[in-house]
């Protein structure tokens, strides 16, 4: 019976939108996390009698034909690029962007990977890193004598130094922006690579034309809506359970037909 192995597709579906969806509410309190939601196509169809063919020798025609599907695929999983909110830290090295754009990280391996999640910190030699110790480009030295660090919307830092009455200029933040931000790749720790669906980024200074602006002593929270993620996972739960119903009673009815005498 088809209908077993649709049901299964069914089941197969929305366990995989239950799965999206927990990571999406586990992730509620992560800075600079956004939603992604799960997109699913119908299978192939069984043509049992196909729509248009010529149905008499005098040349009438199938107004409709018979198709029988097979039931649901994944066709993708994709990120909702989402302002999320701005929340007020007061800490000096957290940042974040307001509108388009991502910081730029440069990991061990000297690749380039991107992220929303603004919440830096000073390494041992003055470095502006990530929690993780990665170096955020170009790359901006604090000096070691720096009583005050100040950041404005372009991403201009200027630190002021100890004995000086004027702060000096120590860098200047950049952000990209891609043309595609749901194909990026996540890389985990709210980092995000580049690859051929996203296109190449484009590198520009925080507030020029299309890029976001950045503000210093806050952090972007996540862009997950509780309630909507709670209703989402509920009508997945129902779901599920009206396929394996489907199951139960193709179940039933191979046993009536075994039954049969």
Same mark, same amino acid.
């Given at each position: 019976?088809?209908?077993?192995?649709?049901?299964?597709?069914?089941?197969?579906?929305? %366990?995989?939108?239950?799965?999206?969806?927990?990571?999406?509410?586990?992730?509620?309190?992560?800075?600079?996390? =956004?939603?992604? &939601?799960?997109?699913?196509?119908?299978?192939?169809? %069984?043509?049992? &009698?196909? !729509?248009?063919?010529?149905? !008499?020798?005098?040349?009438?025609?199938?107004?409709? #034909?018979? /198709?029988?599907?097979?039931?649901?695929?994944?066709?993708?999983?994709?990120?909702?690029?989402?302002?999320?909110?701005? &929340?007020?830290?007061?800490?000096?090295?957290?940042?974040?962007?307001?509108?388009?754009?991502?910081? =730029?990280?440069?990991?061990?391996?000297?690749e380039d990977a991107y992220t929303?999640? #603004? !919440?830096?910190?000073?390494?041992?030699?003055?470095?502006?890193?990530? #929690?993780?110790?990665?170096?955020?480009? $170009?790359? @901006?030295? @604090?000096?070691?004598?720096?009583?005050?660090?100040?950041?404005?919307?372009?991403? /201009?830092?200027?630190?002021?130094?100890?004995?000086?009455?004027?702060?000096?200029?120590?860098?200047?933040?950049?952000?990209?922006?891609?043309?595609?931000?749901?194909?990026?790749?996540?890389?985990?720790?709210?980092?995000?690579?580049?690859?051929?669906?996203?296109? $190449? $980024?484009?590198?520009?200074?925080?507030?020029?034309?299309?890029?976001?602006?950045?503000?210093?002593?806050?952090?972007?929270?996540?862009?997950?809506?509780?309630?909507?993620?709670?209703?989402?996972?509920?009508?997945?739960? =129902?779901?599920?359970?009206?396929?394996?119903?489907?199951?139960?009673?193709s179940d039933e009815m191979l046993?009536?037909?075994?039954?049969?005498?």
């Open positions: 019976m088809r209908s077993l192995s649709i049901a299964a597709t069914g089941m197969l579906a929305q %366990q995989l939108n239950v799965e999206v969806i927990s990571n999406n509410i586990a992730n509620m309190n992560t800075s600079g996390f =956004r939603r992604q &939601r799960a997109e699913f196509q119908d299978l192939l169809y %069984q043509n049992l &009698r196909r !729509s248009g063919t010529q149905s !008499s020798d005098t040349g009438t025609v199938v107004p409709s #034909g018979v /198709e029988v599907g097979t039931g649901v695929k994944t066709a993708a999983v994709y990120r909702i690029a989402e302002q999320g909110n701005l &929340r007020s830290t007061d800490n000096t090295y957290d940042l974040a962007i307001q509108g388009k754009g991502f910081f =730029r990280v440069t990991l061990p391996s000297g929303r999640a #603004g !919440s830096f910190q000073v390494s041992s030699d003055g470095q502006l890193v990530t #929690g993780d110790g990665f170096v955020v480009a $170009p790359g @901006i030295t @604090i000096p070691s004598d720096t009583i005050d660090v100040s950041i404005n919307e372009n991403g /201009e830092v200027a630190a002021k130094v100890d004995g000086t009455v004027d702060p000096t200029v120590v860098g200047q933040l950049e952000l990209a922006i891609f043309f595609n931000d749901a194909g990026l790749e996540s890389k985990g720790g709210n980092l995000f690579l580049e690859t051929p669906a996203s296109g $190449p $980024p484009t590198s520009g200074v925080p507030g020029s034309p299309g890029y976001g602006s950045v503000l210093q002593g806050f952090l972007e929270t996540s862009n997950v809506n509780a309630v909507s993620e709670i209703t989402s996972l509920i009508t997945a739960q =129902r779901a599920y359970e009206m396929n394996s119903r489907v199951i139960t009673a046993r009536t037909m075994a039954n049969l005498r």
